[in-house]
Each structure stands twice: as structure tokens, then as C-alpha cells.
């Protein structure tokens, strides 16, 4: 029998041809997969010091970061990972892949057992995903690039076209500032004296429409029926009226003879000397020259002085509607005090009428009269407050509005000082914020380490399914074994059997040819019978032998299955047990806490 274990061997080998095509096929799809990585671009799958796992793991962490998809796992990937880790991030990839709209699906025990035929096609779903978001982004970052580029600088092989633009630029802001700045319309006809109204209203008509001195007389009595009464109104404004008709009328008619020229002008401009032309054409050149310096140094003032206006215009719109609450509230009490003063005029001419009647009979209407006369100078006294409160207001918000225009430099020095301490502390933060960060996760590290009920199950299930596979696998080569063994037996027995009748043959004529060879044939003949006997009793008890071992085998597979059924209901009454147990335990703490609870609401 010893001899026959070569053969057996080579019987084993050539049983197992097929599981090597699979390897193979493994192994290609592996090689295929380390080829597609180093394509894209994970140079890590060349490196030789790495496990497989690692190569292909680190592989598929990288495509579907650079997926740039939004991740709401930690990926974290690093080499020689524990078992926990292995299991954690596998099972993580594998929840990953479906909201990415991954068409293929893969098991996490297929990714620890570097199953390649299954994994080569997520992976090369994979590579393409992160290559067409590369692609996407590089043009983004191309166009963008390029626009900014475009903004801010053009091609030193067109310089016309800076000049051009500046220019162009300068051009514009001349024409914007001649377009706002003051033009002055009409002219007096000579130097007459005038008063401070009239040289009021003149100024205004001369630099805008006419409409505006209608606005003007529409407002000023609003003022003015703040202070006086309705009989001063009307001849205020009957006076501001023909001022400003008069005004008008001065205007109007210097407006047709501006048009024309002077006599006295026209010998001035003649008059003037060739030097004199000269030197102003050299101080226009010069001015010339220096507008066209501070038009440069102006674009960046322009910038600043608009982000000033800004802040001015938002801080003039808050102003104005304080102005315009205050302005109300003024109406109002202006109201007021106009009912009460017509009031007082209608209870002033009852008591005229009531004295020239020569009624004083009743002392009650007099007494009821006066105290409402004392009621409305309390109220001319809080009208006089009110003005008082309405100026001081005014002046503040005045003063408000001039610090805000002389002191925008110093509220941005101390924006930017607010800045900078926000700064300072934004990156205290994020440097505690770093340091609790790796002390988290040095602490899930260390968890990780540790394999919890979940990956001891799983252990447990991995190693079952191992087991089952190695058992499966000896119980199959046991019986190559066996029927190797019973062919080459039946084959020697057979070559015995067919060596014996050939023998037996060859030996039959010359044994029958003499009595003595007759009887010597017989003996050996029977010596042989005996022989095959023996062995067939030999092999006989043997084979009792084998049964009586399987019957016993077979008791003590009955008595171990029923210790396993035992075994697992007494496991499954302890597990019950526990419950309970815990159960009870949990009311225990509750009766326990409300006895404290209790003792201490007594005390």
C-alpha cells in the first residue's frame, strides 16, 4: 500500500484540474484590475510591499473619492488594516456603491475574499465614473481660469488693445463727471442790490428748472404753519409768490438777450496778447498731462470711494426714514395744535360774545372755561417741549450723518481689527478642533481593534462556512482515496486470479502427461484453493471490522446530536433566563429610585 501512495497523489492532481482553471481565471481578473487602477492613475497598486486586499481596497476608496460624489462615510484607508477595520470598510464601500447608481452589485465577503471576477466589473464602473468627473472638473478649472485670466490681463501680443481700453476708460469718467457737474442757466441783467431770499431764489433758478421754486413755495409755508398762524400764512406766501414771479421774470428776460453777444466781450477776447495765448495753451498741455496721470491713481480711488458711498447711501436711507417717522409725528402734533388753537378761538369769541351779553349768572360754564384755558396752555407748553426735542434730534442726527462722512476711515480700521481677532480666534478654534479630531480618532482606532458581537457573529459565520468548505473538501478526497484504494485492490486481485489461470494453463498439459505430475498439479492446485480461502476470510473479518467501526461511529453521531439539541435548548433557556433577568433587575433600579425619591421628598 505504501507504494501506492505516488499514485494516489497524481490521482488527487488531476482530480483538482478544474479548481486551478478557477484560479487562474482569478488571478487574470486581478492582474486586469491592477492594470485598469495604474491606468487611471493609483500608481499604489505597482508597489510590491502591499497585500492584495490593500491594492484593491485603496483602489476602490480612491475612485469614489475622486468621484467627488457627497460622502457622508468616513472612507478612512490606510495599510495592514485589523480585522474590524477590513470588515467595517468593506461593509461601508458596499452601502456606498447604490447611491452612487452603481449597475453592479458586490458582497463584502466577496471583497475580503478577493473574489475578481465579481469586483472587476464595479471597479472598472468605477474607473470610468472617476475619469469622466476629472474630465469635468478639468474644464471647469480650464474655463474659469480662463475667464479670470481675461478680466484682469490680455495677450502682450495686442497691446493696442490696453490702450484702448484705458482710454477708453479714462474717456468715460470725464464724461460722466461733465455730465453731472453744475450748469448754470440764466444770469442777472446787472449787479443789483438783493436780499438773502431773493439771492436765494436766483441762485436756485439760475442752476436748475424753473418748477423748482414752486417746490420751494409749496414747503416753505409748511414750516412757516408750524410757528404762525393761518393769517401769516396766507401773506407769506402771497409775498414769496410775487418774489419769485419777480425773480422769474428778471430771469426769463436775460435768458433771451444771453444768447447774444457783447460788443465790450468780443474787443476783450480780440484784445488779448499772442504770450498770453501761449502760456495758456502750455498750462492746458500740462493740465492735459496731469488729468491723464490722476485718471490712473483715480481707478483705485474710485473703488474705495464706492464702497464708501455704499455704506453712506445705506446709512442715508436709515437716517431718512428717521426723518420721515419724525416728520410724521411732527404733522401730527402740528394737528393737534391747530384743532386746539381753533378751539381756543371759538371758547375766546363764546366769552366775548358772553361779556358783551352781560351774562354772569352762571359761575359753573366760566369755571369749566377756565380750567380749559389752563388745560391748553399746559398743552402750548408740551408743544414748545416737542420743538425743543425735534431740534435737538435734528442736530444729533446731523452731527450722526457728519460723523459718519469724516469717520468711515476709522470704522473700517476697526472692522478690519474685528477681523483679525475673529481670525485669530476661527484658528484657535480649528486647532482644537484638529487635536479632538485625532484624539477621536485614535479612540475609534482603539474601538476598532476590539471586534464587537457583530464581528465575532460574523467571524463566527466565516469561519463555519470555512470549516463546511475544508470538511467538504477532505470528505471528497477520503473518497478518491478509498476508491483508489478498492480499484487497485480488485486490480491486484485480478492480475492474481488471471496469473494464476495462466499458470494453471500453461502447467495443465505436462502435469496430465504422468500419474506423479497428475498428483503434484493436484496438490499445488488445492495449496492454491486454500490460499484464495484464506484471503477470502481475511478480507471478510476485515470487513466486519468496518462495519462493527461505522455502527459505533454512527451511535456516537446520535448521542452527539442529541448533546447539540440539548445544548442549544439549554442555551436558548439561558438567554431567556438573562432577559428576565435583566428585566427584573431594571424594576429593582426603578423601585430603588423612587424610594430615594420618596425619602427625600420627606425629609
Known sequence: ????????????????????????????????????????????????????????????????????????????????????????????????????????????????????????????????????????????????????????????????????AKENLIKNIHLVKKSYEPRRLFKYKGDS???????????????????????????????????????????????????????????????ESSARLNVTAVGNIVGIQAQEIAKAAEKYATMSISETEESKSTNAAIIALEKQKAALQNRLRKLTKEKEGL???????????????????????????????????????????????????????QEYNFREQCKSDLNLLRGKLQETESGTSEEEEDRLKEYEEQKEAVTKARLQLAKKNRAIASLTRQLDDVPGRSELTQYQRRFMELYNQVSAKHKETKQYYTLYNTLDDTKLYLSKELSLLNSIQDNYNEAMASASGKEQFLKQFEAIVG????????????????????????????????????????VRQLTIECRKNEALLAQLRGMDASSERSNCAQR
Open 327 to 381: 416728520t410724521a409725528k411732527l404733522a401730527e402734533s402740528t394737528e393737534k395744535l391747530n384743532e386746539s388753537r381753533a378751539k381756543r378761538q371759538a371758547i375766546e369769541s363764546s366769552l366775548k360774545k358772553a361779556q358783551e351779553m352781560g351774562i354772569n349768572e352762571n359761575d359753573s360754564i366760566y369755571k369749566r372755561l377756565e380750567e380749559l384755558l389752563l388745560v391748553h396752555d399746559g398743552l402750548k407748553e
Open 531 to 570: 490460499g484464495v480461502k484464506r484471503n477470502k476470510a481475511k478480507v471478510e473479518k476485515r470487513c466486519a471490522d468496518e462495519k462493527n467501526r461505522r455502527d459505533a461511529l454512527s451511535r456516537q453521531l446520535v448521542t452527539l446530536v442529541e448533546q447539540q439539541r440539548k445544548y442549544v435548548a439549554a
Open 1 to 164: 500500500m505504501l507504494n501506492d501512495v505516488p499514485k494516489k497523489l497524481l490521482r488527487s492532481s488531476e482530480t483538482t484540474e478544474a479548481d486551478v482553471r478557477e484560479d487562474e481565471e482569478q488571478t487574470k481578473r486581478f492582474q486586469d484590475i491592477i492594470d485598469l487602477l495604474s491606468v487611471a492613475g493609483y500608481f499604489r497598486a505597482r508597489i510590491k510591499g502591499l497585500s492584495n486586499f490593500d491594492k484593491v481596497i485603496g483602489g476602490m476608496t480612491w475612485c469614489i473619492e475622486s468621484c467627488n460624489f457627497d460622502v457622508d462615510i468616513d472612507l478612512l484607508f490606510h495599510e495592514n488594516l485589523t480585522i474590524g477595520q477590513k470588515i467595517s470598510l468593506t461593509e461601508k464601500i458596499v452601502a456606498m456603491l447604490p447611491k452612487m447608481n452603481c449597475p453592479y452589485r458586490v458582497e463584502p465577503h466577496q471583497i475580503q475574499g478577493l473574489d475578481c471576477i465579481h469586483i472587476f466589473p464595479v471597479i472598472q464602473w468605477l474607473v470610468k465614473r472617476s475619469m469622466e468627473t476629472r474630465e469635468e472638473t478639468a474644464d471647469f478649472v480650464r474655463s474659469f481660469a480662463l475667464n479670470q485670466f481675461h478680466k484682469r490681463h490680455s495677450f502682450s501680443e495686442d497691446p493696442g488693445a490696453t490702450k484702448a
Open 193 to 255: 442790490a438783493r436780499d438773502e431770499s431773493t439771492k436765494f431764489l436766483g441762485t436756485v433758478l439760475e442752476y436748475e428748472a424753473p418748477l423748482y421754486s414752486k417746490n420751494i413755495t409749496a414747503s416753505s409755508p409748511e414750516t412757516v404753519s408750524a410757528s404762525d398762524s393761518k393769517e401769516d400764512k396766507s401773506t407769506k406766501e402771497l409775498k414769496e409768490k410775487e418774489n419769485t414771479e419777480q425773480v422769474a421774470g428778471n430771469l426769463t428776460a436775460i435768458e
